[in-house]
């Protein structure tokens, strides 16, 4: 534990995508790491949140991870798991931009600290800042809904956090809950060895055609509009819809996505719905999503009456001084680059005593230009 309180402009937290393009677009700004800023992560490597995704994922099968600004990714093999690929190109990209991640260093708490300056509590002592780039995703808030008699469930339950591959369910019966992506690529695989059932709250989505800016920019604008009025951010899957591929096409033909509605209670032995329906299940994944990590942001009392912390662009409205990025309308590869650099500039703004840029308050993101980043 370091005694030393260590003074910066500016400390971001979180290394993952969002965390990395505000380290770039800091040290463009010149800012230097450790004086100027500090990314700090409780992660033990360089990766974010994907150095956790499950080995079945690979670079392949995710939807598209754009790179960074400022570095090609390269050639990336196709059936290499993302969480290595992904953890590799961060690697090289802290090393090549000298960004110098803290980790791991678990940020406890931010509170207000002395002459305006933020406090940020860690286990390996205190950083103050000026300002605070926040960036911690989603991963370490897996979503878990409650159901009558879940304690009591005999067989397996876990997360999607916490599933690794599909053979440690050969001839199991898994019912799989949840109506996003994870959940409808998981009963993919696991349907090759196992028994499923899929149960969702609503009827599921599927949406064909190509998706396309367009659809992007409507997706991000609808999300934008909840964050703004400080309610919680949305799925992105709750506004597009799922993507029909061919490779799901397959699987609705073979009878792997006919769901069924959420069951009403779980048994010792499986789950059961107030009609009299039940079903015997040996394990219940919950593909039930993840919430934004902030509670160590709690100190400030930045949530709204909605639940959400209003944004506008990336800047928290109660507080100019804090910036969410990778947050609601920026929560994507692509959205997290972006949403570095308009922290970056909004936060030089603030430090040189110029008025916030008039351009990003008045426009949404998902109605400005969509720029190059590099
Ligand atoms: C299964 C899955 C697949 C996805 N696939 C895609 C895809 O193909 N394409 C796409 O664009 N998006 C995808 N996404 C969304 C995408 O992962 C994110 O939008 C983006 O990568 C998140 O980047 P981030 O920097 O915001 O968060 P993260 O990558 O989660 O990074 C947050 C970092 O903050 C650190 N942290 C958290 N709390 C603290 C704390 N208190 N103190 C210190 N450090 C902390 C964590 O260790 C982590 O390193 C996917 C998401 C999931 C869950």
């Keep these: ?3 030393a309180v260590r003074e910066v402009e500016v400390a971001v937290v979180g290394a993952g995508q969002a965390g990395l393009s505000a380290g770039y677009f800091l040290r463009r700004a010149g800012l230097a790491p450790d004086s100027g800023f500090a990314l700090l992560d409780h992660s033990p490597g360089p990766g974010g949140a994907w150095q956790y995704r499950w080995p079945s994922l690979t670079y392949g099968k995710a939807h598209r991870v754009h790179e960074l600004p400022g570095m090609p990714l390269g050639d990336a093999d196709p059936d290499r798991p993302s969480a290595e690929v992904v953890a590799d190109y961060f690697a090289r990209y802290e090393r090549e931009f000298d960004l110098r991640v803290h980790r791991p260093v678990d940020v406890a708490a931010v509170r207000e600290g002395d002459g305006g300056r933020l406090r940020v509590e860690t286990g390996a002592g205190v ?7 926040n960036a911690t995703g989603t991963w370490d808030r897996p979503f878990l809904p409650y159901y009558p008699g879940q304690e009591t469930f005999l067989g397996r339950q876990l997360h999607t956090a916490g599933y690794r591959g599909a053979a440690e369910f050969s001839g199991r019966h898994v019912i799989v809950v949840g109506g996003g992506t994870s ?4 009963l993919m695989e696991l349907a090759e060895v196992a028994r499923t059932t899929w149960v969702t709250r609503r009827p599921p989505v599927f949406r ?6 367009e659809w992007g920019r409507e997706a991000v604008a609808t999300v934008e509009r909840r964050v703004r009025q400080g309610l ?7 506004v597009t819809g799922l993507a029909a591929t061919e490779a799901v096409q397959r699987a609705e ?3 792997i996505l006919r769901r069924q509605d959420m069951f009403d209670r779980i048994t010792p032995h499986g789950v059961a719905w107030n009609d009299g329906r039940t079903l015997d299940a040996d394990v219940i994944l919950w593909a039930t999503g993840f919430r934004a990590a902030l509670d160590h942001l709690a100190p400030l009392r930045l949530r709204e009456p909605g639940g959400g912390i209003a944004v506008d662009g990336t800047r ?14 920026s929560a994507s590869t692509i959205g997290a680059n972006r949403a570095g650099r308009t922290a970056v500039r909004d936060i030089r703004a603030l430090l040189s005593g110029a008025p916030a840029d ?3 308050s008045a426009t949404p993101v998902s109605e400005r230009p969509l720029e190059r980043v590099r």
Excluded: C, T
Aim: glycine share 8%.
């Design 358 to 360: 008039p351009a990003h």
């Design 208 to 213: 064909s055609g190509p998706f396309n800016e």
């Design 1 to 3: 534990m370091n005694d």
């Design 253 to 255: 033909a073979r009878g």
């Design 316 to 329: 928290v409205l109660k507080d100019p001084r804090i910036h969410l990025v990778g947050y609601g309308p």
């Design 183 to 186: 959940a409808v690529q998981l």
């Design 127 to 133: 950083w103050s800042a000026r300002a605070l780039i």
């Design 232 to 238: 919680p951010p949305q799925s992105v899957v709750s």
